[in-house]
């Protein structure tokens, strides 16, 4: 199959799925496929697969990340003042690396909003469907929503990176309180529990990946970076996107 006709293959699949979408067009343009493929994708609920869309799936978006391009780790260079900290600027889901961090809503199966622009879309979209109904299994098993600062860890499935954690984190508006601050160390505490139990990873290891939303998120909401990034990790990169 040539890329194009793995990318009709899973928007046929995903339109039969649905008696709504019966009468739905399919754009004529790459970038109008694209676009449709990944709006499926998003607001597609966990419910099972076929084995056959899945490995298309697989191929199509292995090679739609190789299209997009990989950044390693390897290669970026760290902050002048801390060899721990590296930031850099671009598309997390592009990094390979042993984990990066997902910005989850406390349900944890992924935005359903078609094409929204949040990182939890992103990463479903570039992961794959498997990524969604793991999750189903996961928070079905746990029986309640999760708690802010609690985390989860599954593979990264077609992303570069080998694991992601995720991750409800606090919504600070206004100030840093108590609460943000202890549930910050909550989530950083999970983060190394999760990696340490459940991956193959010596902390010498472990290298993280943390998207950050705005300019220097901890100089801007004044929170001192050192009170919360473990130095047990051999590299903390925080993405500004």
């Given amino acids: ?13 995903l339109l039969k799925e649905e008696v709504r979408f019966v009468r739905q067009s399919i754009p004529t343009d790459k970038q109008g496929q694209e676009n449709l493929l990944r709006s499926l994708m998003n607001i597609r609920p966990p419910r099972p697969v076929s084995g056959e869309f899945l490995k298309i799936q697989d191929e199509y978006l292995t090679e739609r990340n190789r299209e997009r391009g990989i950044t390693d780790i390897d290669t970026l260079a ?22 990066i ?5 406390s349900q944890m199966l992924g935005c359903f909003s078609p094409m929204h622009a949040c ?13 969604r ?10 029986g309640h929503e999760e708690e802010t ?10 992303l570069p990176a080998k694991y992601i954690l995720h991750t409800v984190g606090p919504i600070i508006q206004w100030k840093v309180t108590k609460k943000d601050e202890r549930d910050f160390k909550k989530f950083w505490d999970n983060e190394l529990k999760l990696l340490t139990e459940n991956t193959n990873l010596s902390i010498d290891d472990i290298e993280i990946i943390h998207n950050v939303i705005m300019d220097l ?6 929170m001192n970076k050192e009170r919360y990034t473990p130095n047990k990790f051999k590299k903390n990169i925080y993405v500004r996107s």
């Fill in 1 to 13: 199959m040539t890329q194009d006709e793995r990318r009709e293959y899973l928007i046929q699949y």
């Fill in 133 to 142: 109904l793991k999750m189903h299994e996961i928070m079905t098993k746990q």
């Fill in 119 to 131: 990182i939890d879309n992103f990463i479903h979209t570039y992961a794959g469907v498997e990524l």
């Fill in 101 to 105: 961090v997902n910005a989850c809503n």
């Fill in 78 to 99: 760290p902050v002048k003042s801390d060899s721990r900290l590296y930031i850099w600027q671009g598309d997390i889901t592009t990094l390979k690396c042993d984990a």
């Fill in 217 to 222: 998120f901890w100089e801007a909401k004044g």
């Fill in 149 to 158: 600062g609690k985390a989860k860890i599954t593979s990264g499935y077609n």
